[in-house]
């Protein structure tokens, strides 16, 4: 019989009591009620049914180990599994025979024993006791731990730094620093819903715990982690890396960036150089995604990319093609180019330009005009636009507007085609 908590019973705190004898069963509920509500049931099968619809309501639960249908090693089991259930302390109340059951029991997570027969006083200082400790711990998983990673929060990462650096034998330690964030999140919560977000979260966390099992490892933000992995060497530390790696699949994966460090020190400002790193692995998912998104789409690509060529001289601004990989050669430009860079013939401009993209760029802008470009491919843009400066032949600078689009040709390879404007006179 399960006897259920319902809207009319008290705020107390909730104790669930699994035992198959009667007598045992009603001097527990006679034993708590005064101080708790009781659910009761007679077997770990009743008991998992109260958990499901309860388990978050439940404080403790009293566990007799000898019952019919589903005995007390079997619902330990089972509730050591559950990432929720786990978490409620379970008390053994049985007749044990001998350190071997007992061993068991603790290992499949029991939190204590108590003996029959039974002592009240005893009973409820016990029960209080673990009530109390597991809600002050989840008092402090609340302030420190992430809820749905299990990983330590952005408040608990500042506190451990400042208490690492602090202590002199901690921070003389060689440690490796990850900084990583998901790829993708924004998209998957956008297409599936937060739900499918979170279980991309879970199952990054998941896979970076299993390569970093000794490492401190937080959750700043929605999808940002760190981690500092006190290892011995650097090869120890690199090889976790690789491991990490290999743990990535087509819809889970995260962008890296590690910084090793001989000793403990300036732990934040190492973090924000792996942070710098983890962008520059971010922006090569992304130039991947788009790449593998254009060679599955190469309809008309070639015809049109030809008939834009030959259009490109009746057109009243510059248009030129690139190769998006290696030196970033130029394949092709039209005559108002060469005007606009002032060069009599294509020998000169090719010349001047160094026949690369970046070479047409001033070299002052190249730098922004690239992490422009790549922030933009990170956002799933299909085409880019940036503005930037060029030197003319003569020396003079001009200003100029720039719409690229990428994608992947037989002919060429992965290319950009961009047409290009003379904005000068709007800049003054």
């Known amino acids: 019989m399960i006897k259920i908590k319902n809207e009319n019973d008290t705020d107390k705190r909730l104790i669930l009591v699994i035992e198959d004898n009667d007598l045992n069963r009603e001097m527990l509920t006679e034993i708590l009620s005064d101080e708790y509500d009781v659910l009761t049931a007679e077997n770990g099968k009743e008991g998992l049914d109260i958990l499901r619809k309860q388990g978050q309501y439940i404080s403790a639960i009293m566990l007799d180990i000898k019952m019919p249908v589903m005995n007390g090693y079997e619902f330990l089991q089972y509730v ?40 009240a006083k005893l009973i409820l200082m016990r029960v209080g006791n673990i009530v109390r400790l597991r809600e002050c711990d989840c ?100 090889e976790k890396i690789r491991l990490l790696e290999t743990k990535w699949t087509e819809g889970q994966s995260a962008a890296v960036g590690s910084v090793w460090l001989n000793n403990a020190t300036e732990l934040e400002l190492n973090v924000a150089l792996a942070d710098k790193e983890m962008y520059r692995d971010k922006s090569r998912y992304y130039e991947k995604r788009i790449q593998d998104r254009r060679r599955g789409n190469r309809f008309g690509t070639e015809d049109f990319l030809k008939k834009m060529e030959e259009m490109a001289e009746y057109l009243p601004g510059g248009f030129f093609v690139y190769r998006a990989d290696g030196d970033e050669q130029i394949l092709f430009f039209n005559k ?63 200003h100029v507007s720039d719409f690229g689009r990428f994608v992947h040709t037989e002919m060429y390879g992965n290319v950009y085609y961009v047409f290009i404007y003379d904005i000068t006179r709007y800049k003054k």
């Open 336 to 398: 108002e180019i060469l005007k606009l860079y002032g060069c009599a013939t294509e020998e000169e401009f090719r010349e001047l330009t160094g026949n690369s993209f970046k070479g047409m760029v001033h070299p002052e802008d190249i730098v922004l005009v690239e992490n422009d470009i790549s922030a933009q491919i990170k956002n799933d843009n299909d085409t880019d636009y940036v503005e930037y400066r060029i030197i003319c032949k003569d020396g003079t600078e001009k």
């Open 80 to 119: 050591s599994k559950d990432s929720v259930f786990c978490k409620i302390p379970v008390i053994v109340t049985t007749v044990l025979d001998g350190v071997k059951e007992e061993e068991k029991c603790l290992e499949l997570g029991a939190t204590d024993f108590i003996s029959k027969p039974y002592n």
């Open 139 to 238: 008092i402090i998983s609340e302030l420190e731990i992430d809820a749905l990673t299990g990983f330590k929060n952005r408040k608990a990462y500042y506190e451990d730094v400042r208490a690492i650096e602090s202590d002199p034998a901690r921070c003389s330690c060689p440690v490796g620093l990850v900084f990583a964030d998901i790829n993708g999140l924004k998209n998957t919560n956008d297409r599936a819903g937060h739900e499918a977000g979170d279980k991309l979260i879970a199952s990054i966390a998941k896979a970076m715990r299993e390569v970093f099992a000794d490492a401190n490892i937080y959750r700043l933000g929605g999808d940002e982690f760190v981690v500092l992995s006190f290892d011995d060497n650097r090869d120890v530390f690199r």
